[in-house]
């Protein structure tokens, strides 16, 4: 078996000439854009180019889904300098950014430790990455790009942190379910293909994106009511929870349960879910209650993918 020798690209500019006029609308690409969500671990949606700030402009500012948390993004294809450190800090204020991705080509260990430096002293809610783009090819292959990430937050750090400021036992309890959650679940090929890991969090709910801002699912304990449930969520869309409606048979005939249509009509968002009666404080129950998420997860991505 013959294999080719792996080359890497040293000039970036030998395929994004100008970092404005060719960088930034290649990544602001659907695809490429989930390529970059991969690697960090956010879906990221509701993407803008040259977003004003004041008299200046972010190169990419753009939401994450589930969360709705504003991502600004700077693009430096060269060595990193004070001066786009400072602009990520403007940026990120000017936008009130909760989550600030510096892509560049190398990055001195100074702003290495800057980064760092934010991450371990800036709230707890705002999240520094600092990523390095690559090219590579193999033989006459066409360029691949690859993103590696070399600082971003300590979540695990951050997240007891949190808990520890609030002296919250619930806190602490949603943070270890949705850890052992997305570790177990994940373990799925099927499940790890269709939806990108999220980091655990002390929320009540674990959002997965679609690649879609008209929609995305969610799964949610209720430690009150000892219920986890399983849901499409609409932000903002009737007209898109009416034409689902409308396959309302279709769908739950692909999930395999009747489902509970709620159209809120009184709110902005819209619901569709199924829930289910179960024991959370019974760790040795989580495993079924992994398995039924993970499965009403791949059935809702089969039954509402296959409207649009």
């Known amino acids: 078996m013959k294999l080719g020798n792996l080359e890497r690209i040293e000039d970036l500019r030998l395929i994004w000439k100008n970092e404005a006029y060719d960088f930034t609308p290649w990544l602001a690409e659907e695809d490429n854009m989930n390529i970059l969500g991969d ?34 993004i700077e693009n430096q294809l060269e060595d990193t300098n004070h001066d786009h450190l400072g602009k990520i800090i403007t940026y990120a204020s000017g936008k009130d950014a909760s989550i600030i991705i510096w892509i560049v080509k190398n990055a001195r260990e100074e702003h290495r430790k800057a980064i760092e430096w934010l991450n371990d002293h800036i709230d707890e809610n705002i999240d520094f990455f600092l990523v390095q783009i690559e090219l590579w090819k193999i033989g006459d292959s066409p360029f691949a790009p690859r993103f590696n990430v070399l600082e971003q937050p300590n979540t695990w750090a951050k997240e007891i942190r949190k808990i520890s400021q609030e002296m919250s036992g619930t806190m602490a309890f949603k943070l270890d379910y949705w850890t052992a959650f997305s570790d177990y679940v994940f373990l799925d090929l099927e499940f790890s293909r269709l939806f990108n890991k999220r980091k655990p969090s002390t929320d009540h709910w674990y959002s997965v994106g ?54 809120l009509p009184e709110r902005k968002a819209s619901r569709i879910l199924v829930e289910r009666n179960v024991n959370l404080k019974d760790r040795n129950q989580w495993e079924d209650q992994f398995n039924w998420m993970r499965e009403m997860g791949i059935k809702f991505y089969q039954a509402f993918k296959s409207i649009e």
């Open 210 to 263: 679609l690649g879609s801002s008209e929609f995305y699912f969610s799964f949610l304990l209720n430690t009150v009511r000892n219920i986890t449930t399983v849901e499409c969520y609409i932000p903002n869309n009737k007209d898109l929870f009416h034409q689902l409606y409308c396959s309302k048979e279709k769908i739950e005939n692909i999930i395999g349960v009747e489902l509970d249509w709620r159209e």
């Open 39 to 72: 690697t960090i671990g956010i879906d990221i949606s509701e993407i803008s180019t040259e977003s004003p700030v004041g008299g200046f402009s972010a190169d990419i500012v753009a939401k994450e889904t589930g969360t709705d948390r504003i991502i600004v």
